[in-house]
Each structure stands twice: as C-alpha cells, then as structure tokens.
C-alpha cells in the first residue's frame, strides 16, 4: 500500500489527476480501502457500474493500476469506457502499459465483456499505442458531447 500511494504521489508531483477514489479516505484503512475495491466488483464503483482494479507489481513496487467497468452507461460511453490505466510516472516508457492490458484482456472480466470500449484523447500518443498494441480498432474520432474533448473511440474484441 504504501508503494502505490507512492505512485499516486509521483503522479500528482507531475501535475497529473488523482481521483478520491484511488485512495483510501481520511481515516480508512488500507485494508477497508482494498476491500472496499474489492466490493465494487460486485457492486457499484464511483462510475455508477460494478468495476474490477488490479495492480501492476514489479516485486514489491506498484508501477500501474488497470480497471475494467462491468457495463457502460450513457456517460462511459460517450467518454471513460470500460477500461481506465495509469502506469507509475518513473516506470513509463517500459512496455508496463502495454503488458497490463494485455493481461487484462486475458482475464473473465473482460472475456465476459468480449467487446471492449476505450477511449482515449488523441493527444495522449502513449495511450493510442498502447491500445493499438492490444488490437484496438480506432471507431471514430468526435469531441465527447458533454465534455467537450476530442476524443478517440477504440474498441478491442477480446479472445
Ligand atoms: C498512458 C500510459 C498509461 C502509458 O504507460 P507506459 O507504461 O508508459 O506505456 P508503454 O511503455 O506500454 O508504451 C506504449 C506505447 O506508447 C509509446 N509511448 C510511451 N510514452 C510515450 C510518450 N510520452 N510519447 C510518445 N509515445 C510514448 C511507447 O513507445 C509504446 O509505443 P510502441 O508500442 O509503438 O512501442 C502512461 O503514460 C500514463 O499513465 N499516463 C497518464 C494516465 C493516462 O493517460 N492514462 C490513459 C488514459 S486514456
């Protein structure tokens, strides 16, 4: 646990986003934090669908995390879909990415699904690749309605 805060703390450091729901609450325990994770999978995660989380582990170090959204809903749809990944900003650049979808879609979660959406801005070139890698098919380019980003619409069929 403290390893993967860590992350999150190298992320901020780099000005990137960390949502309330990657870490515990004030006063939570680690371990009701991770059960609390483990809960959503089969109930309902901060996007409103049951969503599964898995860490990247590198010995004891926690270089990413990857989350798999059970269903879309109109929102996941249109920006988010089924799958979401951060990969540690000190262990960038190492086929991390990469390899965690790739175990992700070798996973029940994401076999039962078959069909997977991502979305992705097309500026973040290191995420379009690393969908591209796992077979992700590029639908359609649109600024998200509501959101208002350009946004690519990716979706890899699984098995
Ligand atoms: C997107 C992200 C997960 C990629 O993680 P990563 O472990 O560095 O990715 P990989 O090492 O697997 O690289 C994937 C591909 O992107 C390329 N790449 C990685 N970083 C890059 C960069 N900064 N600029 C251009 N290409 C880059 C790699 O060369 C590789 O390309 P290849 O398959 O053609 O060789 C990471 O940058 C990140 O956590 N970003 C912030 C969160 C985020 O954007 N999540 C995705 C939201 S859609």
Redesign the pocket.
Known sequence: MPSYLGSLEEMRQVG?TVWPGWMPKDGESHVDFVEGLAREARELGPTGVPTSTWWGVDGEVVVGRIVVRHRLTEKLRVFGGHV????RPSR????????MLRLLLEEAEARELGRLSLT?SPD????N??IL?NGGVLERSAIAEGVGRMTNYYWILVG
């Open positions: 990137e979401s990944y951060e990969v960038r650049r190492q086929g991390l990415a990469t390899g992705c973040n070139l290191a995420s690749r690393t890698a």
